[in-house]
Structures are given as structure tokens and as C-alpha cells.
């Protein structure tokens, strides 16, 4: 059974900084894409983040994001992370952990993943 547990979210105010973990279990970590997406109130949930590992990691972000959050792997620990920096209150929304089989493409595109954490919380105050 596989299973993405979500971690790190919180409440923390506008410039500061929160890191997200997501652990997997019950699948072949390296054979996966890994992704972050988030789902503000009332809205879609978009693509905030992507990383896969083949020979190499290849990453791919949104632009709102760009500069500003970082996605990383742990092959070791099955766990992908995301260091969000100078957050801003339109970052607020639960973030999920997605996991997509095998290679990058439609990396952005959260109907490709095979697997969702049960998402964490992210509020950013003004």
C-alpha cells in the first residue's frame, strides 16, 4: 500500500520560511516523480513543484515560485522536500505531496500523478 505523509506545514508570517517533508512508503521512490501542488480556498489545485531523478535530478517549478522555493530528493530516505523562502500570503493553501511513475513528462499536470499525501497547511500572514 503506498502512502505520501505530509509534514512542516504552519502558520508563519510574510517573508519568513517553512520546509515541507513528504515521506513515501510502499513504492519505488526512485522510479518516481515526485511533485508539490497546492489548493487555496475556493480555487484549482496548481503545480507548484516537480522533481525527478534519472542519471540526474531534473526540477521544474511554477513562476510564481521561481527564486523563492526549492524542491529536493532523499533517494535514501524516500522523502522529497520543499524549502519555501520569502513566503507571501498568496501562498497560502494546503500543499499536497504527489508521486507520478517513471520520468518527467507532465510533471505539471496533477491528473499524471498516481498517488496523493492527504496534504498539509500553509498560512502566510500579512
Known amino acids: 500500500q503506498v502512502q505520501l505523509v505530509e509534514s512542516g506545514g504552519g502558520l508563519v508570517q510574510a517573508g519568513g520560511s517553512l520546509r515541507l517533508s513528504c515521506a513515501a512508503s510502499?513504492?519505488?521512490?526512485?522510479?518516481?516523480?515526485m511533485g508539490w501542488f497546492r489548493q487555496a480556498p475556493g480555487k484549482e489545485r496548481d503545480f507548484v513543484a516537480a522533481?525527478?531523478?534519472?542519471?540526474?535530478?531534473?526540477?521544474q517549478y511554477a513562476d510564481s515560485v521561481k527564486g523563492r522555493f526549492t524542491i529536493s530528493r532523499d533517494n535514501a530516505k524516500n522523502t522529497v522536500y520543499l524549502q519555501m523562502n520569502s513566503l507571501k500570503p498568496e501562498d497560502t493553501g494546503v500543499y499536497y505531496c504527489?508521486?507520478?511513475?517513471?520520468?518527467?513528462?507532465?510533471?505539471?499536470?496533477?491528473?499524471?500523478?498516481?498517488?496523493w499525501g492527504q496534504g498539509t497547511q500553509v498560512t502566510v500572514s500579512s
Open positions: 522533481i525527478t531523478w534519472s542519471d540526474y535530478y531534473s526540477s
Open positions: 510502499g513504492l519505488t521512490f526512485r522510479s518516481y516523480t
Open positions: 504527489a508521486a507520478k511513475y517513471y520520468g518527467a513528462y507532465g510533471r505539471t499536470e496533477s491528473a499524471l500523478y498516481n498517488y
